[in-house]
């Protein structure tokens, strides 16, 4: 082939990807909006007023599986009536169903207790400014590792959180230093890598009742959630180029 016309068609499909992923990223949130209007119908036809449909990750990421939560006051067969509606609305990958803790969300999975029972009396510890994880924290990883194993095949969030102390940008990525950290380290320990998420925050979800500067808040903590098959849509494969 002549190499002009070779550069031409190579140049051709990395432009046809390319408006492929940006007419991606502009059909997405009307693809969620439109999805997230309709999962509220299907919730309010089922008596679940007081229910929230949350259609984006703890990342911030747009998902097609929505968490639902509140709607304490409801009975176990009006809530399982109210997720098997949204469940069934098209275009909705598969629902779940929260519990709250301290204000946040977290799925409710046996051993996402147990790692948060671990934590209440041991603490990951690092030197100061730094990711280098303290000797000391080596046995309570060993224990957080083996609370996760029955939960292998799930997605596991590491999440790294600083005190307020020092610039916000430094934080958010001393916070995701360290959070790798802790991720490698249960790698180490036999947890598979392509369930592990790191991710840092910084300073800005301080414990609640403490003051953010508050040595306390530099911490790292895990999130244990279902996995669910995906489906091909619109949001999760961009249209043709």
């Not at 309709?38 to 990342?59: H, S």
């Amino acid at each position: 082939m002549n190499p002009r016309r070779a550069l031409i068609v190579v140049a051709g499909a990395a432009l046809s990807v390319a408006l492929s992923f940006a007419g991606s990223r502009f059909i997405a949130p009307a693809f969620i909006a439109d999805l997230e209007r309709r999962a509220n119908a299907a919730r309010d036809a089922a008596g679940g007023q007081g229910v929230e449909l949350v259609f984006r990750d703890r990342y911030g990421w747009q998902t097609r599986h929505p968490v639902l939560s509140g709607g304490r006051n409801l009975d176990v067969a009006t809530r399982t009536r109210v997720a098997a509606a949204v469940a069934a609305v098209p275009g909705v990958g598969g629902v779940s169903w929260a519990r709250e803790r301290d204000g946040r969300m977290a799925a409710a999975l046996p051993c996402q207790d147990d790692v948060e029972t671990i934590l209440e009396t041991r603490t990951i510890r690092f030197s100061e400014a730094s990711a280098r994880i303290d000797p000391a924290s080596e046995r309570p990883l060993d224990e957080v590792a083996q609370a996760l194993r029955p939960c292998v095949g799930s997605i596991i969030a590491v999440t790294g959180h600083t005190d307020a102390g020092g610039h916000p940008q430094a934080n958010v990525a001393l916070s995701l230093a360290r959070a790798e950290a802790v991720r490698w380290a249960l790698i180490g320990r036999g947890i598979p890598a392509d369930g592990l998420r790191a991710t840092g925050v910084g300073s800005k979800d301080p414990i609640a009742g403490l003051d953010p500067g508050d040595p306390a808040n530099r911490r790292i903590e895990f999130s244990v959630i279902a996995s669910a098959p995906v489906k091909p849509t619109p949001i999760d494969t961009p249209g043709p180029g």
